[in-house]
């Protein structure tokens, strides 16, 4: 059981440096779908017994993350014409070494936690710490309005394998974590519908400067 | 039963709103969803509810400190929303309206929330249901200005979020049985594991303070303020700010419990002079009279958690402010909109001699002014010297000193952006309007009412309110 | 006598079987196009047809045009005995012989480059650069590598690191080692051996002053040095010293086979990067690199 999530929570953390170091914006949003299938299945792994409240969430962690967000981004993707991060903030190398960096400094940085023995063995905690850091890496040094989406919602994967240390003490509001969804869907409704509305040259957040002081 | 409704009343607004037809009546559904809002609140605050222990929303003394400014904030903005948009007939109204009353609703919700996660549930739908707001003119800017919001703010609530998930795993990890209210918390005290605390502590903090305003997460305001309409501003200055404060003075009172009281202070200290510094440095450079709201805003944001971090007194008078910051706010953004509105631009370059093209909006902005950047005999005043007071009190003499520096400063900033604006020559483009520009008095009345209840909180502060403070301080610090 | 007798059978093996990969890989490559291809064994042709030739020398260049390449060469070969074969060992095996190994493949790009600076044309002194900025990130992921393998068997001779199969650190010792094999060895995605078109070459850039017999060296080194990598990646995830004689040379002769095929597929599927991305990838061989180290770390403890 535990071997098993472990193993997931690795997978997610290969992905997270799958999309610190990809330019395409394709490959980053299947690497974001991906790891949500991953993390959406982890609450199944965790219950030692059937529960069809934890299956239900689960299920729609899936749907979402997995299915529902990653094609609207596509369509996103497609209606502002654009296919690669040609220039981001931060370099693909400097993003990725901060992020094995990031990666390792969790896993050494959560044994100095106190955790419940149950918790103890897993990579939960650091795999939590990896994500948001990737998560907070992408939003702040990718330029495109997708990629950054897409670092919200590494973030938000990150958020949620936290959360699943409580899944057993709190369920509801673990649970209340898939509201962060709605907010990565206004977002992309945001990118679709102004694109729709105004000819807008290449969707760089970096043209957002009027407003500078 | 009551306080509930003070959810209700306002959500069941905004469906009907949302499903209303007719754009001519349907802004009325706001001032009537305000007055009854504001009649309840009223209401309980003087007659306070009892709330039983475990309730997760409830009209407990510190809903009942903050939430009737909330709501006689509102009322205001809803008298002017129903002349602003009888002169903006050119968009839809259905959106905003039932977006506004949604706010409304969520904010009692954040306000009444006595359970961590209800609470960071109100507060992410209240920031999702701002961003139609937000994006209400449709320009390329406002569009600008609503990926930043959201984009910012999104961050901020999702750390809140983890923040959250910290807490509760601080209850877990010490023996907790998931309960999750803060009484429940506070109860638990110093059986929270510690590093926990401290990191949701952080983690909190950071995402709060981030719909707060507070530097340096504040850049998403100036952007936010500037583009959005006057109404939403005031909104957001008033409304969402305060619940943001209280869900910090709410965990802090967890925090201390936990035995981390003052590493919480001193955080607080550092983040609320570091606002006011920033604020203050950026109000000496803008030349744009709605980002200097904004700038305003970050400033008494700083002043609100260094009142939390000076003990019962300070709490006190942090809670006065956030009363004198809803006024006073309130009256400089509806009174900056008719302005804006007026002379059709923003920025001092472009703008000038306003007293002669909108008298009395004007006479409102130059009075708002004096208000805000704490003139006695108004509200701000009298709260930001129970500040400094409260600092000296307890031997933080140089917090004091800086305190005052950047209110000096603030000052500056703000009369040299005012006065230009509103003195001079009108340019040749106002004074083509300045004969049409006709001053209802459904966009005067409410900015001036809100000034009165400034400058009568300064005058006579109703013992009930005081009351109520002082109770609400009771309950957020335990020992003495 | 019978040590010296082993040894020179063993350096044949090496020597004469190395020719045949680029062979196999390019066998593959025309095999995915739907070609017919050159033979398997065609650089045997090549390689000959060069050392008949004479040798073209720039009036600029020094004795190090020619030494360069045979020095290469020499290292190659002497890395080569370094490497155990499976069941067979290695035929020089000493303690922290891999330092030695990882010297030699270095003193060998060296040679290369010096060679390619000494006609002071503008091509050499081109590729030279590009080769040895590849070889700083790639040398980093190699020594990670080897970092990896001595720590998790706690031993620093090759013949003991390589006896023991890695476990979940193989596959990303593996992955790691194979970026570090593409680059080391000019393979696309980093350069394309097949490419003439000045500006895009790297290795080919390098040693576009040489001609006849140095360049038959040259040639038949960088082969050796693709041997030795596949070599090393098959054992690297194989435990091949534990098997009987016959089935280990037999797995390892297969283990090398896949590899080969493996870059040729890799040719085959993707295009050459451009140079600003190499850098990217060979990190990446890097990070697999080090997480397979720190994997062993954490083992150990």
């Known amino acids: 059981m535990g071997s098993t999530m472990n193993l997931l929570i690795g997978l997610a953390m290969g992905l997270n440096l799958l999309a610190l170091g990809s330019g395409r914006l394709s490959a980053i949003i299947r690497a974001t779908a991906v790891q949500g299938v991953v993390l959406g299945v982890m609450p199944l792994l965790l219950e030692y017994t059937f529960d069809w409240m934890v299956a239900l969430v689960a299920l729609v962690t899936v749907a979402v993350k997995g299915f529902v967000i990653p094609s609207l981004l596509r369509r996103a993707m497609r209606a502002a014409k654009i296919q690669r991060e040609e220039e981001p903030l931060i370099g693909f190398v400097p993003s990725l070494l901060l992020g094995a960096g990031g990666t390792i400094a969790a896993i050494a940085g959560a044994r100095m936690l106190p955790l419940l023995p149950e918790h103890a063995g897993t990579l939960l905690v650091p795999g939590s710490m990896a994500s948001i850091l990737t998560g907070l890496i992408l939003l702040i040094g990718r330029v495109k309005a997708i990629s950054q989406v897409c670092g919200y919602l590494i973030l938000e994967n990150g958020i949620y394998l936290f959360g699943l240390l409580l899944i057993h003490s709190t369920p509801l509001l673990v649970e209340s974590g898939i509201l962060l969804d709605l907010t990565v869907g206004v977002f992309v409704i945001g990118i679709i519908v102004d694109r729709i509305q105004r000819a807008f040259d290449s969707l760089d957040t970096r043209k957002l400067t009027v407003l500078r002081e | 039963m009551r306080e509930n409704l003070l959810i209700a009343i306002p959500l069941v607004g905004a469906a009907l709103a949302f499903f209303w037809r007719g754009d001519r009546t349907r802004p009325l559904l706001l001032p009537a969803a305000g007055i009854l809002h504001t009649g309840l609140a009223l209401w309980l605050l003087v007659n306070p509810p009892l709330v039983s222990p475990g309730a997760w929303f409830g009209f407990d003394p510190i809903a009942r400190a903050v939430l009737p400014a909330v709501s006689i904030l509102f009322l205001a903005c809803a008298v002017y929303s129903v002349s602003y948009l009888r002169i903006r007939t050119e968009r839809s109204n259905r959106v905003f309206v039932a977006s506004l009353l949604a706010i409304l609703g969520l904010l009692s919700a954040g306000h009444q929330a006595r359970h961590l996660g209800m609470l960071w549930i109100t507060t992410e739908a209240v920031t999702l249901a701002a961003v139609p707001l937000l994006h209400f003119n449709g320009t390329s800017r406002a569009f600008e200005a609503t990926w930043k919001y959201l984009l910012i703010g999104g961050t901020g609530i999702a750390l809140s979020l983890l923040g959250s998930f910290c807490l509760g795993y601080a209850s877990l990890r010490g023996g907790g049985t998931g309960d999750l209210t803060f009484v429940g918390l506070i109860a638990q005290g110093a059986g929270l594991s510690r590093p926990w605390v401290l990191i949701a502590w952080v983690l909190l903090l950071v995402g709060y303070g981030t719909k707060m305003g507070l530097a340096p997460m504040h850049t998403w305001k100036p952007d936010a303020y500037g583009e959005a309409p006057g109404i939403v501003g005031a909104m957001l200055a008033g409304g969402v700010t305060t619940v943001a404060f209280t869900a910090i003075l709410r965990v802090r009172a967890v925090v201390s419990a936990a035995g981390e009281g003052a590493i919480a202070d001193r955080t607080l200290l550092a983040i609320g002079l570091f606002s006011m510094v920033v604020a203050a440095l950026f109000l000496l450079g803008t030349r744009d009279f709605k980002r200097m709201l904004a700038y305003s805003s970050v400033e008494h944001m700083g002043i609100l958690v260094i009142g939390a971090a000076l003990g019962r007194a300070g709490i006190w008078a942090a809670f006065f402010h956030v009363w004198s910051n809803c006024m006073t706010k309130g009256a400089l953004f509806l009174s900056a909109a008719n302005i804006r509105r007026a002379a059709g631009a923003r920025t001092i370059d472009e703008v000038s001699g306003m007293s002669a093209v909108t008298p009395r909006s004007a006479a409102i902005f130059v009075t708002g002014l004096f208000a805000v950047t704490a003139c006695p005999p108004f509200g701000p005043f009298f709260s930001e010297l129970r500040v400094v007071r409260a600092a000296i009190e307890t031997g933080r003499a140089g917090v004091a000193a800086i305190f005052l520096g950047c209110l000096l400063f603030a000052f500056f900033g703000l009369t040299r952006v005012v006065f230009a604006v509103v003195d001079g020559r009108p340019r040749t483009k106002e004074s083509k309007a300045a004969g049409k520009v006709n001053e209802r008095a459904g966009v005067v009345l409410p900015p001036l009412i809100l000034l009165g209840a400034a400058l009568w909180l300064g005058l006579a502060t109703p013992h009930v309110l005081t009351d109520a403070w002082t109770e609400a301080v009771g309950r957020l610090v335990t020992q003495p | ?301």
């Open chain 3, 1 to 301: 006598m019978i040590i010296a007798l082993e040894s020179a059978v063993r350096l044949a093996v090496w020597l004469l079987l190395a020719p045949l990969l680029p062979g196999v890989i390019n066998k593959v490559k025309a095999w995915v196009a739907g070609r017919r291809g050159p033979p398997v064994l065609q650089l045997y042709f090549d390689l000959a047809r060069l050392w008949r030739k004479s040798v073209v020398m720039s009036t600029l260049a020094s004795p190090g045009f020619v030494a360069g390449p045979a020095i290469a060469w020499v290292a190659l070969a002497g890395a080569a005995m370094l490497m155990p074969l499976g069941p067979a060992g290695g035929a020089i095996s000493f303690k922290g012989d891999v330092l030695l190994l990882v010297y030699l493949l270095a003193l060998a790009r060296f040679c290369t480059a010096w060679a390619a600076l000494e006609t002071g044309s503008a091509f050499g002194g081109m590729g030279a650069a590009r080769e040895v900025s590849f070889a700083v990130l790639s040398e980093v992921a190699l020594i990670t590598a080897v970092l990896a393998l001595s720590v998790q068997t706690g031993n620093i001779t090759l013949s003991e690191m390589l006896s023991l199969s890695v476990g979940s650190g193989a596959m990303l010792l593996a992955a790691g080692l194979f970026g570090v094999l593409l680059a080391e060895n000019c393979r696309v995605p980093f350069d394309d051996p097949n490419t003439h078109l000045e500006l895009t070459m790297v290795h080919e850039a390098m040693v576009l002053d040489h001609s006849g017999p140095p360049f038959a060296v040259i040639l038949h080194g960088a082969s050796i040095k693709l041997l030795l990598f596949a070599v090393l990646l098959s054992q690297v995830v194989l435990p091949v010293g534990k098997l009987s004689p016959l089935a280990g040379t037999a797995t390892l002769a297969g283990a090398v086979l896949a590899v080969t095929v493996c870059v040729g597929l890799v040719e085959s599927l993707t295009a050459r990067m451009a140079f600003r991305r190499v850098p990217l990838i060979l990190t990446a061989s890097f990070l697999l690199c080090l997480f397979a180290l720190l994997l062993a770390l954490k083992g150990g403890a």
